[in-house]
Protein backbone atom coordinates (compact mmCIF):
# COMPACT_ATOMS: atom_id res chain seq x y z
CA UNK A 1 0.00 0.00 0.00
CA UNK A 2 3.12 2.46 0.78
CA UNK A 3 4.44 1.87 -2.46
CA UNK A 4 1.30 2.39 -4.06
CA UNK A 5 0.83 5.82 -2.54
CA UNK A 6 4.45 6.53 -3.67
CA UNK A 7 4.25 5.80 -7.15
CA UNK A 8 1.15 8.14 -7.07
CA UNK A 9 2.98 11.01 -5.90
CA UNK A 10 6.23 10.30 -8.12
CA UNK A 11 4.20 10.37 -11.49
CA UNK A 12 3.38 14.32 -11.50
CA UNK A 13 6.84 14.79 -10.30
CA UNK A 14 8.41 13.79 -12.84
CA UNK A 15 5.68 15.24 -15.83
CA UNK A 16 6.76 18.84 -14.07
CA UNK A 17 10.22 17.82 -14.07
CA UNK A 18 9.90 17.37 -18.26
CA UNK A 19 7.98 20.54 -18.26
CA UNK A 20 10.27 22.80 -17.22
CA UNK A 21 13.12 20.91 -19.07
CA UNK A 22 10.94 21.73 -22.68
CA UNK A 23 9.90 25.48 -21.31
CA UNK A 24 13.77 26.43 -20.48
CA UNK A 25 15.07 24.20 -23.26
CA UNK A 26 12.37 26.80 -25.83
CA UNK A 27 13.27 29.40 -23.86
CA UNK A 28 17.53 29.26 -24.54
CA UNK A 29 16.65 28.56 -27.92
CA UNK A 30 14.80 31.94 -28.67
CA UNK A 31 17.75 33.79 -26.84
CA UNK A 32 20.23 31.99 -29.09
CA UNK A 33 17.77 33.12 -32.14
CA UNK A 34 17.90 36.47 -30.73
CA UNK A 35 21.29 36.90 -30.34
CA UNK A 36 21.98 35.63 -33.76
CA UNK A 37 19.74 38.11 -34.67
CA UNK A 38 21.86 40.85 -32.96
CA UNK A 39 24.88 39.44 -33.77
CA UNK A 40 23.90 39.76 -37.78
CA UNK A 41 22.87 43.34 -37.34
CA UNK A 42 20.77 45.73 -39.23
CA UNK A 43 21.35 46.33 -42.90
CA UNK A 44 21.86 49.43 -43.69
CA UNK A 45 22.90 51.55 -46.74
CA UNK A 46 25.82 54.06 -46.53
CA UNK A 47 27.14 57.44 -47.56
CA UNK A 48 29.43 59.98 -47.11
CA UNK A 49 29.70 63.47 -45.90
CA UNK A 50 30.22 65.27 -48.85
CA UNK A 51 31.56 69.01 -49.48
CA UNK A 52 29.26 70.09 -52.46
CA UNK A 53 29.75 73.74 -54.57
CA UNK A 54 26.37 75.99 -53.56
CA UNK A 55 25.25 79.23 -54.35
CA UNK A 56 23.77 81.12 -51.04
CA UNK A 57 20.34 81.32 -51.02
CA UNK A 58 17.06 82.90 -48.87
CA UNK A 59 14.31 80.74 -49.24
CA UNK A 60 10.65 82.43 -48.73
CA UNK A 61 7.14 81.48 -48.88
CA UNK A 62 4.41 83.23 -50.49
CA UNK A 63 1.39 82.53 -52.65
CA UNK A 64 0.54 84.22 -56.02
CA UNK A 65 -1.29 87.22 -56.98
CA UNK A 66 -2.29 88.43 -60.48
CA UNK A 67 -0.91 91.54 -61.64
CA UNK A 68 -4.06 92.93 -61.24
CA UNK A 69 -7.12 91.92 -59.34
CA UNK A 70 -10.44 93.61 -59.88
CA UNK A 71 -13.23 93.04 -57.10
CA UNK A 72 -16.84 93.28 -59.39
CA UNK A 73 -19.37 94.99 -57.88
CA UNK A 74 -22.79 96.72 -58.60
CA UNK A 75 -22.60 100.45 -58.89
CA UNK A 76 -26.28 100.46 -57.64
CA UNK A 77 -28.98 97.93 -56.15
CA UNK A 78 -31.56 95.74 -57.79
CA UNK A 79 -31.92 92.38 -59.01
CA UNK A 80 -29.33 90.42 -61.60
CA UNK A 81 -31.15 89.50 -64.63
CA UNK A 82 -28.08 88.01 -66.32
CA UNK A 83 -24.33 86.78 -65.11
CA UNK A 84 -23.14 86.66 -68.73
CA UNK A 85 -19.59 85.42 -67.75
CA UNK A 86 -18.32 81.79 -66.41
CA UNK A 87 -15.50 80.97 -64.15
CA UNK A 88 -12.07 81.06 -66.26
CA UNK A 89 -13.20 83.17 -68.81
CA UNK A 90 -11.18 86.04 -70.52
CA UNK A 91 -12.53 89.17 -70.62
CA UNK A 92 -11.13 92.13 -71.95
CA UNK A 93 -12.11 95.96 -70.16
CA UNK A 94 -15.90 96.73 -70.77
CA UNK A 95 -17.15 93.54 -71.52
CA UNK A 96 -20.57 92.99 -70.02
CA UNK A 97 -20.44 90.67 -66.85
CA UNK A 98 -23.75 90.47 -65.81
CA UNK A 99 -27.01 92.87 -65.96
CA UNK A 100 -29.49 93.84 -63.95
CA UNK A 101 -33.50 94.37 -64.17
CA UNK A 102 -33.57 98.28 -65.75
CA UNK A 103 -37.14 98.32 -66.76
CA UNK A 104 -37.49 101.54 -64.47
CA UNK A 105 -34.49 102.91 -64.88
CA UNK A 106 -35.22 102.75 -68.85
CA UNK A 107 -38.49 104.71 -67.64
CA UNK A 108 -36.29 107.18 -65.91
CA UNK A 109 -34.20 107.98 -69.12
CA UNK A 110 -37.28 108.40 -71.45
CA UNK A 111 -39.38 110.94 -68.67
CA UNK A 112 -35.51 112.59 -68.24
CA UNK A 113 -35.53 113.04 -72.19
CA UNK A 114 -38.91 114.37 -72.29
CA UNK A 115 -38.44 116.68 -69.61
CA UNK A 116 -35.54 118.11 -71.71
CA UNK A 117 -37.55 118.64 -74.97
CA UNK A 118 -40.18 120.28 -72.63
CA UNK A 119 -37.24 122.69 -71.46
CA UNK A 120 -36.11 123.49 -74.90
CA UNK A 121 -39.32 124.09 -76.28
CA UNK A 122 -39.96 126.51 -73.09
CA UNK A 123 -36.24 128.13 -74.13
CA UNK A 124 -36.56 128.52 -77.43
CA UNK A 125 -40.31 130.46 -77.25
CA UNK A 126 -38.25 132.35 -74.47
CA UNK A 127 -35.55 133.47 -76.67
CA UNK A 128 -37.93 134.03 -79.56
CA UNK A 129 -39.98 136.07 -77.10
CA UNK A 130 -36.90 138.40 -76.03
CA UNK A 131 -35.07 138.87 -79.08
CA UNK A 132 -39.23 140.46 -80.74
CA UNK A 133 -39.34 142.55 -77.12
CA UNK A 134 -35.39 143.76 -77.83
CA UNK A 135 -36.75 145.05 -81.36
CA UNK A 136 -39.97 146.63 -80.44
CA UNK A 137 -37.29 148.28 -77.41
CA UNK A 138 -35.22 150.24 -79.98
CA UNK A 139 -38.38 151.11 -81.87
CA UNK A 140 -39.57 152.51 -78.50
CA UNK A 141 -42.73 150.45 -78.75
CA UNK A 142 -42.16 148.71 -75.21
CA UNK A 143 -40.53 149.93 -72.33
CA UNK A 144 -37.55 148.69 -70.66
CA UNK A 145 -39.58 146.96 -67.92
CA UNK A 146 -41.09 144.69 -70.53
CA UNK A 147 -37.42 143.91 -71.66
CA UNK A 148 -35.78 142.79 -68.36
CA UNK A 149 -38.95 140.92 -67.68
CA UNK A 150 -38.56 139.05 -71.29
CA UNK A 151 -34.89 138.88 -70.09
CA UNK A 152 -35.30 137.40 -67.17
CA UNK A 153 -37.83 134.44 -68.61
CA UNK A 154 -35.56 133.95 -71.03
CA UNK A 155 -32.45 133.05 -68.27
CA UNK A 156 -35.27 131.12 -66.21
CA UNK A 157 -35.90 128.93 -69.45
CA UNK A 158 -31.89 128.04 -70.03
CA UNK A 159 -31.47 126.96 -66.70
CA UNK A 160 -34.53 124.88 -66.67
CA UNK A 161 -33.11 123.41 -70.28
CA UNK A 162 -29.64 122.98 -68.11
CA UNK A 163 -31.21 121.32 -65.23
CA UNK A 164 -33.16 119.03 -67.55
CA UNK A 165 -30.24 117.65 -69.20
CA UNK A 166 -28.24 117.46 -66.08
CA UNK A 167 -31.01 115.14 -64.87
CA UNK A 168 -31.26 112.92 -68.75
CA UNK A 169 -27.35 112.57 -68.78
CA UNK A 170 -27.51 111.20 -65.10
CA UNK A 171 -30.73 109.11 -65.71
CA UNK A 172 -28.06 107.56 -68.79
CA UNK A 173 -25.46 106.41 -66.60
CA UNK A 174 -27.70 104.90 -63.84
CA UNK A 175 -29.31 103.06 -66.64
CA UNK A 176 -25.71 102.19 -68.03
CA UNK A 177 -24.80 100.83 -64.27
CA UNK A 178 -27.55 97.94 -64.67
CA UNK A 179 -25.08 96.46 -67.59
CA UNK A 180 -22.09 95.22 -65.14
CA UNK A 181 -18.65 95.58 -66.76
CA UNK A 182 -14.86 94.36 -66.82
CA UNK A 183 -12.77 97.29 -65.86
CA UNK A 184 -9.57 95.38 -66.51
CA UNK A 185 -8.89 92.70 -69.22
CA UNK A 186 -8.22 89.49 -67.51
CA UNK A 187 -9.31 86.06 -66.67
CA UNK A 188 -13.45 85.69 -64.45
CA UNK A 189 -12.37 83.80 -61.24
CA UNK A 190 -14.66 83.80 -57.98
CA UNK A 191 -18.34 84.04 -59.09
CA UNK A 192 -21.15 84.45 -56.44
CA UNK A 193 -23.70 85.98 -58.54
CA UNK A 194 -26.57 84.33 -59.56
CA UNK A 195 -29.65 85.37 -61.46
CA UNK A 196 -32.46 86.57 -59.13
CA UNK A 197 -30.26 87.63 -56.77
CA UNK A 198 -30.84 90.98 -55.38
CA UNK A 199 -27.34 93.14 -55.16
CA UNK A 200 -26.46 96.65 -52.94
CA UNK A 201 -23.76 98.57 -54.17
CA UNK A 202 -19.86 97.67 -53.48
CA UNK A 203 -21.32 93.81 -52.54
CA UNK A 204 -18.83 91.40 -54.23
CA UNK A 205 -20.18 89.29 -57.63
CA UNK A 206 -17.09 88.26 -58.94
CA UNK A 207 -12.96 88.78 -59.56
CA UNK A 208 -11.35 89.66 -63.04
CA UNK A 209 -7.82 88.84 -62.63
CA UNK A 210 -5.11 90.05 -65.06
CA UNK A 211 -2.70 86.91 -64.95
CA UNK A 212 -0.78 87.46 -67.93
CA UNK A 213 1.76 88.30 -65.16
CA UNK A 214 1.85 87.41 -61.79
CA UNK A 215 3.07 88.04 -58.41
CA UNK A 216 4.83 85.77 -55.96
CA UNK A 217 4.24 87.49 -52.64
CA UNK A 218 6.33 87.13 -49.66
CA UNK A 219 7.12 88.65 -46.67
CA UNK A 220 10.90 89.39 -46.01
CA UNK A 221 12.36 89.57 -42.44
CA UNK A 222 13.86 92.86 -41.13
CA UNK A 223 17.66 91.18 -40.75
CA UNK A 224 17.12 89.81 -44.65
CA UNK A 225 16.29 93.22 -46.00
CA UNK A 226 19.74 93.84 -46.85
CA UNK A 227 20.04 90.84 -49.55
CA UNK A 228 17.05 91.57 -51.18
CA UNK A 229 16.64 93.95 -53.95
CA UNK A 230 14.52 95.70 -56.46
CA UNK A 231 15.80 93.89 -60.00
CA UNK A 232 17.28 91.09 -58.22
CA UNK A 233 16.45 87.79 -60.16
CA UNK A 234 14.24 84.96 -58.33
CA UNK A 235 13.72 81.34 -58.47
CA UNK A 236 9.25 80.37 -57.68
CA UNK A 237 8.54 77.05 -57.16
CA UNK A 238 4.77 75.69 -56.96
CA UNK A 239 3.63 72.15 -55.25
CA UNK A 240 0.95 71.75 -58.99
CA UNK A 241 4.55 72.15 -61.08
CA UNK A 242 7.62 70.60 -58.25
CA UNK A 243 9.60 69.71 -61.16
CA UNK A 244 9.31 73.44 -63.00
CA UNK A 245 11.51 76.70 -61.74
CA UNK A 246 9.77 79.52 -62.76
CA UNK A 247 11.90 82.66 -63.54
CA UNK A 248 11.52 85.87 -61.78
CA UNK A 249 12.55 89.33 -60.90
CA UNK A 250 12.01 91.28 -57.38
CA UNK A 251 9.71 94.02 -58.55
CA UNK A 252 8.70 95.52 -55.40
CA UNK A 253 9.94 96.02 -51.64
CA UNK A 254 7.34 97.15 -49.39
CA UNK A 255 9.43 100.87 -47.70
CA UNK A 256 7.41 100.02 -44.58
CA UNK A 257 7.04 96.84 -42.28
CA UNK A 258 3.50 95.10 -41.77
CA UNK A 259 2.27 96.60 -38.13
CA UNK A 260 1.01 93.37 -37.44
CA UNK A 261 4.22 90.88 -38.54
CA UNK A 262 7.34 93.61 -38.53
CA UNK A 263 8.10 91.98 -41.82
CA UNK A 264 8.37 93.88 -45.14
CA UNK A 265 5.76 92.92 -48.35
CA UNK A 266 8.16 92.21 -51.35
CA UNK A 267 6.39 91.20 -54.90
CA UNK A 268 8.79 89.04 -57.41
CA UNK A 269 7.35 90.06 -60.66
CA UNK A 270 6.71 86.21 -63.26
CA UNK A 271 6.08 85.96 -66.95
CA UNK A 272 2.76 83.74 -66.98
CA UNK A 273 1.71 84.42 -70.26
CA UNK A 274 0.56 80.26 -70.82
CA UNK A 275 -1.70 80.74 -67.69
CA UNK A 276 -0.04 78.41 -65.99
CA UNK A 277 0.06 79.64 -62.46
CA UNK A 278 -3.01 81.04 -60.50
CA UNK A 279 -3.81 83.48 -57.94
CA UNK A 280 -3.73 81.84 -54.81
CA UNK A 281 -1.26 78.98 -55.40
CA UNK A 282 1.07 78.79 -52.41
CA UNK A 283 4.98 79.35 -53.97
CA UNK A 284 8.25 78.82 -53.08
CA UNK A 285 10.55 81.77 -53.85
CA UNK A 286 14.87 81.20 -53.38
CA UNK A 287 16.72 84.33 -53.95
CA UNK A 288 20.82 83.95 -54.68
CA UNK A 289 22.28 86.11 -51.94
CA UNK A 290 26.03 85.78 -53.02
CA UNK A 291 28.91 83.66 -54.85
CA UNK A 292 29.14 79.97 -54.56
CA UNK A 293 30.82 78.45 -51.66
CA UNK A 294 31.65 75.38 -50.96
CA UNK A 295 29.05 73.48 -47.85
CA UNK A 296 29.73 70.03 -46.23
CA UNK A 297 26.15 68.00 -47.44
CA UNK A 298 24.37 64.53 -46.45
CA UNK A 299 21.56 63.03 -48.18
CA UNK A 300 18.10 64.01 -46.97
CA UNK A 301 17.36 60.27 -46.06
CA UNK A 302 20.55 60.26 -43.11
CA UNK A 303 18.54 62.41 -41.25
CA UNK A 304 16.41 62.03 -38.07
CA UNK A 305 14.33 64.50 -36.71
CA UNK A 306 12.86 64.25 -32.65
CA UNK A 307 11.47 67.35 -31.23
CA UNK A 308 13.27 69.47 -33.39
CA UNK A 309 16.49 67.71 -32.48
CA UNK A 310 18.51 66.20 -36.00
CA UNK A 311 20.54 63.15 -35.71
CA UNK A 312 22.70 61.06 -37.97
CA UNK A 313 24.21 57.62 -37.29
CA UNK A 314 27.89 56.94 -38.49
CA UNK A 315 29.16 54.11 -39.27
CA UNK A 316 33.00 52.83 -37.88
CA UNK A 317 33.69 49.08 -37.71
CA UNK A 318 30.29 48.06 -37.91
CA UNK A 319 28.48 50.04 -35.44
CA UNK A 320 26.43 52.90 -35.51
CA UNK A 321 26.85 55.55 -33.50
CA UNK A 322 24.36 58.73 -33.11
CA UNK A 323 25.56 62.27 -33.63
CA UNK A 324 23.54 65.59 -33.08
CA UNK A 325 23.78 67.48 -36.11
CA UNK A 326 22.88 71.00 -37.21
CA UNK A 327 21.02 71.58 -39.97
CA UNK A 328 20.63 74.31 -42.74
CA UNK A 329 19.30 74.95 -46.57
CA UNK A 330 18.49 72.03 -48.52
CA UNK A 331 20.20 71.49 -52.05
CA UNK A 332 18.60 68.78 -54.38
CA UNK A 333 18.42 65.54 -52.38
CA UNK A 334 21.04 66.78 -50.09
CA UNK A 335 20.85 68.73 -46.46
CA UNK A 336 23.30 71.11 -45.73
CA UNK A 337 25.40 69.95 -42.01
CA UNK A 338 26.43 73.20 -40.34
CA UNK A 339 28.34 71.23 -37.13
CA UNK A 340 28.40 68.03 -35.94
CA UNK A 341 30.44 66.21 -38.91
CA UNK A 342 33.09 66.11 -40.67
CA UNK A 343 33.57 65.41 -44.84
CA UNK A 344 33.85 61.56 -44.95
CA UNK A 345 31.93 60.72 -42.52
CA UNK A 346 30.35 57.70 -43.15
CA UNK A 347 26.56 57.67 -42.51
CA UNK A 348 23.83 55.50 -42.83
CA UNK A 349 21.23 56.06 -45.42
CA UNK A 350 18.70 53.21 -45.00
CA UNK A 351 16.46 51.67 -42.10
CA UNK A 352 17.80 55.10 -40.07
CA UNK A 353 14.75 54.66 -37.96
CA UNK A 354 15.38 51.11 -36.47
CA UNK A 355 18.67 52.23 -35.49
CA UNK A 356 20.05 52.86 -32.34
CA UNK A 357 23.15 54.16 -30.58
CA UNK A 358 25.75 51.32 -30.10
CA UNK A 359 23.83 48.97 -32.81
CA UNK A 360 25.74 46.41 -34.77
CA UNK A 361 25.08 46.64 -38.49
CA UNK A 362 25.51 45.06 -42.06
CA UNK A 363 26.41 47.49 -44.57
CA UNK A 364 24.72 46.63 -47.93
CA UNK A 365 25.45 48.18 -51.34
Given at each position: ??G?????????????????????????S???????T??A??N?????????????????????????????????????????V?????V?????????E??????????????????????????????????????????????????A???I?Q????????????????????????????V??????????????????M????????????????K?????K????????????????????????N??A??????????????????????G???????????????L??????????????????????????????????????????S????G?K???????????????????
Amino acid sequence: MKGFKLKYWIVPIVIFIGLVAVFRSGALSSGKTQLQTNTAGVNVKVAEAQYIESIPKLMLNGSIEGKTSATISAKLAGRIEEVIVQEGQHVNAGDALAKLETVELANSVRTAQDAVTKAKINYDLAVTDYNRYQTLHGQGAVSQQTLDAAEAKKRIAQADLSSAISNQSSAEQQHAYGVITAPVDGVVANVTATVGQVVSPGAALMVVEDIDQVYAVVNVEQKDLGVVKQGQPAEVIVDTYSDKVFAGTVDMINPEAGSTNRMFRTKVRIDNTDGALKGGMFSKVQLATGDAVQILTVPQGAIIQKQGIYYVFTIENDKATRHQVEVGNVTGERIEIKSGLQAGDKLAVSNVSQLKDGDVVQIVE
